[in-house]
Nanobody, 128 residues
Framework: QLQLVESGGGLVQPGGSLRLSCAASGFSLNAFAMGWFRQAPGKEREGVSCIARSDGTTYYRDSVKGRFTVSRDNAKNTVYLQMNSLKPEDTALYYC?????????????????????WGQGTQVTVSS
């Protein structure tokens, strides 16, 4: 059974850092482009970052550029989101997602409807 499990969320003060992990089981991430999404209360889910199978290709939403870094370790079947200089507006439930990408090693997307597999999410709260 394909499963994604996020971890690493928590409560952090503004300016702090967190590292989210997304571990896959039941399948190999090698063939998948991966995305990170978030949803704050009362708001739509939005794409935060994505990484292609070839991890030279990454995308970020404008509000997190320069603060967040996405990476992947295919040997560990895990994707990461390093979040620095966190702001209260980063508070949300963070999800990772996977989409099979067999034809283009350098493709990924911030569009949530392109993704087939989702984790349950990990809560990130930025507050003093």
């Amino acid at each position: 059974q394909l499963q994604l499990v996020e971890s690493g969320g928590g409560l952090v003060q503004p300016g702090g850092s967190l590292r989210l992990s997304c571990a896959a089981s039941g399948f190999s991430l090698n063939a998948f482009a991966m995305g990170w999404f978030r949803q704050a209360p009362g708001k739509e889910r939005e794409g935060v970052s994505c990484i292609a199978r070839s991890d030279g290709t990454t995308y970020y939403r404008d509000s997190v550029k320069g603060r967040f870094t996405v990476s992947r370790d295919n040997a560990k079947n895990t994707v990461y989101l390093q979040m620095n200089s966190l702001k209260p507006e980063d508070t949300a439930l963070y999800y990772c997602a996977a989409v099979l990408s067999t034809s283009n090693w350098r493709w990924c997307t911030l569009g949530q409807y392109d993704y087939d597999y989702w984790g349950q999410g990990t809560q990130v709260t930025v507050s003093s």
